[in-house]
């Protein structure tokens, strides 16, 4: 509404100002008027005439071009409004597809807290057998195990029998397991 508004100050202007310029230059003045009204100053009313019909050519000629470009005004107003809801589309396409991501963040989530609850009941259920066998016994079974899941289960084993544990461990897995043990928050022993 503003771009036309805009426009046809911009229009208005133009005709103003030409119809100064050619008040300016004689083309309006009334001498020419009372010559295409009938009155003579030495020149035939032809004469004239071709003058008037030349400026008013000029003049429908001006109107036409105004008329075009309102037309494409208009055209370039529907263009920008079919683009502006084209936006408004894909803006709600994606705050549909940001509320989508972020139920099935919390869905992954969800699915996370129970996989990490899981592993917890699995750790220290092997927690709870390890604390039932002798260390060496223990530690013969742990062997075969990555270091960080050894530190992991022995988080549920009572730190006087994790030691015996670990001691029983070739020096270098004790090591891994100790150092591993350092990074893991503490799990609350059910032993």
Do not use: C, H, W
């Not at 009313?45 to 003058?51: A, I, N």
């Not at 470009?69 to 705050?95: G, I, V």
């Not at 057998?129 to 223990?138: G, I, S, V, Y």
């Amino acid at each position: 509404m503003r771009i036309l508004l805009l426009v046809l100050i911009a229009i208005l202007s133009f005709v103003g100002t030409l119809g100064g310029v050619l008040f300016m230059t004689g083309n309006l003045s009334k001498e020419s008027l009372s010559k295409l009204m009938g009155g003579s100053e030495g020149k035939t009313p032809q004469v004239v005439s071709t003058s008037a019909i030349q400026s008013e050519d000029s003049l429908m000629s001006l109107i036409e071009q105004i008329k075009k470009k309102e037309e494409e005004l208009k055209k370039k107003e529907a263009e920008l409004r079919k683009k502006e809801q084209e936006l408004n589309n894909f803006s709600q396409q994606l705050k549909e597809i940001q509320s989508k991501i972020e139920a099935s963040q919390n869905e992954v989530a969800k699915m996370m807290e129970v996989d990490s609850e899981d592993r917890a009941i699995k750790l220290q259920t092997i927690a709870m057998t390890l604390a039932e066998m002798k260390p060496d016994k223990a530690a013969e079974r742990l062997k075969t195990m990555p270091p960080d899941d050894i530190a992991e289960i022995l988080t549920y084993i009572k730190p006087k029998e994790r030691g015996k544990i670990v001691e029983a461990l070739d020096a270098q897995l004790a090591s891994q397991v100790l150092q591993s043990l350092q990074k893991i928050k503490p799990a609350k022993s059910s032993s």
